[in-house]
């Protein structure tokens, strides 16, 4: 894998557009354990937000696969402190991150399409631990940016 001064445009746009996408998934899953136990006892789908919710879980699938595939293609910038704690703990969390943005929609998908319960309690436990993955990388992001004063979030703003 190839180091970095910066992250592309390209890489800066699926990070926030596979976040957005994500908050939005979040904001849209309230009913969908009612909607999915209607659906496994044969009652029929209805509104949107059952439909939005599975489509954008797919689109996050999707981005999330490329995303990857553009990271090992165009690589990523180096650490900032270079070998620390940190740059160790942020690497493990980032592929657990990745792994667990491919696994939510996976198994959401596989729930949903295949009709498995199993897999929807599977989807809502990996999204509840992806949730608050989200939350410590975010807190780490700002944590680098305004008390290391490293402009960490900045890499992710700006291409480099």
Known sequence: MAERSGYSGLQIGLHWAIALLIGVN???S?????TFD?????KAVTGWTPLVHVYVGTAVLILVAF?????FT?????PIQGGTLFDKVGDASHWVLYALMLVVPALGAISWYLKIDQTASLHVLAMNTM???IGVHSAAALFHQFILKDHLLLRMMKRG
Request: proline share 4%; net charge negative; glycine share 20%.
């Open 67 to 71: 995303r990857i595939f553009v990271r």
């Open 26 to 28: 979040y904001l849209v």
């Open 30 to 34: 309230d009913g969908m354990e009612e």
């Open 131 to 133: 949730i608050i993955l």
């Open 74 to 78: 165009r690589g990523t910038p180096g």
């Open 38 to 42: 209607g659906m496994m006892e044969g």
